[in-house]
């Protein structure tokens, strides 16, 4: 599996979003990460489509967007639409993640299914078979700059069990939340091979070392 960088833009200066990511871009970043919290299905609020459709104009690399929003199907259409290569949902926020994942995969774009910290991989399972990534929160989604939570490496160690012993090696597991260039081994090691960064890359003096340390 291939080692990905996904710059949350969390972590940017928004008054300079555009430099923000050209910036990040050159420091080698591989995609870029767009949380979108609704206020509801987490305490913080965020942005939406509006900002992303001036992200993907000014992007150049492939856009991850990471839905932390309630009943998530209503906005698949939108998110896919204005360019998003990925969407994540939250298995928590759908009372159907299967017709979710179903929806996404119709725009021709990959799937990816979001767990928090506190929950079991035995609700995740039924949708291995279907989705392009799992994403395993290494905080509790809505807030960035969290301290990194171990026990979640158990989770991402028996996520890669699952999808390896299903002949599923070409999905990607991400990990969202506290990751940086110690953290990212620990992750590495389990399973995981897409991280999210953000204040650990957007405040880095050196972007292209921050980068560097994660791949």
């Known amino acids: 599996m291939k080692d990905l960088v996904s710059a949350s ?12 990511i050209k910036s990040i871009e050159k420091a080698g970043a591989d995609w870029l990460h767009c949380d ?11 942005f939406g489509t509006p900002v992303l459709k001036c992200v993907r104009k ?13 009943d998530p199907i209503r906005y698949i259409d939108d998110y896919a639409e204005l ?24 725009h021709g774009i990959s799937a990816g299914i979001s767990i928090k910290p506190g929950t079991p991989v035995s609700e995740v399972k039924p949708y291995l078979g ?15 700059g969290q301290k990194f939570v171990a ?11 699952i999808l390896d012993s299903m002949g599923r090696t ?8 506290g990751v940086n260039g110690e953290t990212v081994k620990l992750c ?10 953000g204040s650990y890359i957007f405040g880095a003096e050196d972007r292209v070392a921050a980068v560097g340390s994660l791949k």
Request: hydrophobic share 45%; with cysteine.
């Open 188 to 197: 590495r090691e389990a399973g995981a091979n897409v991280f999210v960064s």
């Open 9 to 20: 833009l969390l972590g940017c200066d928004l008054a300079d979003l555009k430099n923000e």
């Open 130 to 144: 279907s989705v392009d990534m799992v994403l395993v929160m290494t905080v509790e989604p809505g807030f960035g």
């Open 83 to 106: 360019g998003s290569d990925n969407i994540t949902f939250h298995l928590e926020a759908a009372s159907d993640p299967q017709a979710v994942i179903d929806k996404i995969h119709s």
């Open 36 to 46: 979108v919290m609704d206020g509801v299905f987490v305490n913080n609020i965020s």
């Open 151 to 161: 026990d979640t490496l158990e989770k991402i160690s028996e996520i890669r069990y």
């Open 58 to 70: 000014a992007a150049s690399v492939p856009m991850d967007t990471h839905l932390m929003i309630t």
């Open 170 to 177: 070409e999905v990607n597991i991400e990990v969202d939340g």
